[in-house]
């Protein structure tokens, strides 16, 4: 067993991976704990889709950071990752979405992201299944992608290990070792390894860590579906991405059928305290019928989900954690020095983890980020701690309302 490392990074999820990945190459001796296998929890589970404009300037460039880092994947880390860049599609249903496109298109020219108007016959021209009726407005979003979810945190860890980075996979973080002056180690059932840094990249159990460390954490593990179909005849990997913004459901090709989620107004929230210590997200209780009834509630659009014919291949789901403005949630702990987090993915984690990764590793060791994370940092809560049933309810509406808060919030 190591005895010490610069950094212990817990968890090996898309955070987790990332920040140990480029941790590694700035020269650093990393551990990754991981409780599990190595990357096989919430991470391969993700539908993988990009979504670059943002609520902010700075959270559009750090999206938009994370695509080109997407696409140069193999390239940076010698590691396989499949990558479509298909363009999305974003469909307002009612004139207030149609307002919010707007206002989406001005953001993305003022960060350089491409996104425009189109017709909705140019719509239907890229997404022959889309349905005509019912749609207000349209963005299209050439440089938006989508990836094999499992394959980038996977990628990640190998990449970090090549570097040099020690992985331990089924081998916990159980305690710290804090001192006066801060973090001093990190306790494991294979003894202690002395660290002065520990990044929480613990997924669903990031609030149990930061509790471990002495630290709130306000977020809420929230259960996220998808389902994907057996091969339909025409649908192809050409097929955009398309977001529908009031049913909060999307939709895109895989492997030769459709790959359909979304976010429902009553989401199951859960309290991992209260789990056993042996849960892993493949014993997570999905529920199909949330997915039927957010493909019902798009027929206008995707009347394909309505053929009685159509058939699941696979349906997944697993715990994200969500924030009360629906926000990523990172940066150092507060009162505990050498204590840092990289959570609340708000279910857009996986795509942006390569630019936070990267973000992260420069504010640990330069000081500072290139980028501004002051949007999404743990200070911004500083003095508004909500007691547990405000907390879910805020996280519970950020969730419900995802394409509205993710853009505008
Ligand atoms: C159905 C679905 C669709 C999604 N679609 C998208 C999408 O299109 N785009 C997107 O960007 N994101 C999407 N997401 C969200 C994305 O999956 C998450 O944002 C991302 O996986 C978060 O990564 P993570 O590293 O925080 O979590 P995880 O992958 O869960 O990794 C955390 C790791 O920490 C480990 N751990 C926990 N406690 C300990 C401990 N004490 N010691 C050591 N290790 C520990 C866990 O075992 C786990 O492996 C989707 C999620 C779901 C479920």
Redesign the pocket.
Same mark, same amino acid.
């Given at each position: 067993m190591i005895g010490s490392a610069d950094v212990v990074v817990? +968890?090996?999820?898309?955070?987790?991976?990332?920040v140990a990945y480029h941790l590694a190459r700035r020269g650093l001796r990393v551990v990754v704990?991981?409780?599990?296998?190595?990357?096989? @929890? *919430?991470?391969?589970?993700?539908?993988?889709? *990009?979504?670059q404009v943002r609520a902010t300037p700075a959270l559009t460039r750090l999206a938009q950071r994370a695509v080109v880092k997407l696409a140069a994947f193999t390239a940076e880390t010698g590691q396989p990752l499949r990558f479509t860049q298909s363009g999305a599609l974003k469909i307002a249903r009612t004139e207030r979405d149609a307002e919010q496109l707007a206002r989406e298109v001005t953001r993305g020219a003022e960060v350089g992201v491409p996104i425009d108007f189109v017709t909705v016959a140019d719509a239907r021209r890229r997404l022959p299944i889309l349905g005509e009726r019912g749609i207000v407005a349209v963005t299209w979003s050439p440089t938006d992608c989508?990836v094999e979810?499992s394959e980038l945190?996977i990628g990640y860890c190998r990449a970090a290990e090549k570097l040099g980075a020690v992985l331990l996979a089924h081998?916990?973080?159980?305690g710290f070792e804090v001192g006066a002056s801060g973090v001093e180690g990190v306790r494991?059932p294979g003894g202690t390894i002395a660290t002065r840094t520990v990044v929480d990249?613990?997924?669903?159990?990031?609030r149990?860590?930061a509790a +471990?460390l002495g630290a709130p954490l306000p977020v809420v593990a929230t259960?996220? @579906?998808?389902l994907i179909t057996e091969p339909i005849p025409g649908v192809g990997p050409e097929f955009p991405i398309a977001r529908v913004i009031d049913a909060n459901v999307?939709v895109r090709h895989e492997r030769g059928g459709l790959m359909l989620?979304g976010y429902e107004p009553d989401p199951l929230q859960l309290d991992m305290a209260a789990l056993p210590p042996s849960f892993?997200?493949r014993e997570l209780s999905l529920d199909i019928e949330v997915l039927w009834r957010l493909a019902r509630s798009v027929s206008e659009q995707f009347p394909i989900f309505q053929d009685p014919t159509i058939r699941v291949a696979e349906h997944?789901?697993?715990?994200?954690?969500l924030t009360t403005d629906d926000r990523y949630l990172v940066g150092p702990l507060p009162g505990v020095a050498g204590a840092w987090v990289?959570?609340g993915?708000?279910?857009? +984690?996986?795509?942006?983890?390569p630019a936070l990764g990267e973000a992260m590793a420069e504010w640990i060791v330069d000081g500072a980020p290139r980028l501004d994370l002051a949007d999404i940092s743990v200070a911004r809560f500083a003095g508004h701690e909500l007691d547990e049933t405000a907390l879910r309810e805020r996280c519970r509406h950020a969730y419900a309302t995802h394409y509205r808060a993710g853009s505008d919030r």
């Open positions: 817990i +968890g090996s999820g898309a955070f987790g991976a990332s704990l991981e409780r599990s296998a190595l990357a096989s @929890q *919430t991470s391969p589970r993700a539908a993988g889709l *990009t979504s989508n979810p945190p081998m916990p973080a159980t494991t990249a613990a997924g669903a159990w990031a149990l860590i +471990g259960r996220h @579906q998808l999307y989620g892993e997200i997944r789901g697993g715990l994200p954690t990289m959570s993915c708000c279910v857009g +984690g996986l795509s942006v983890s």
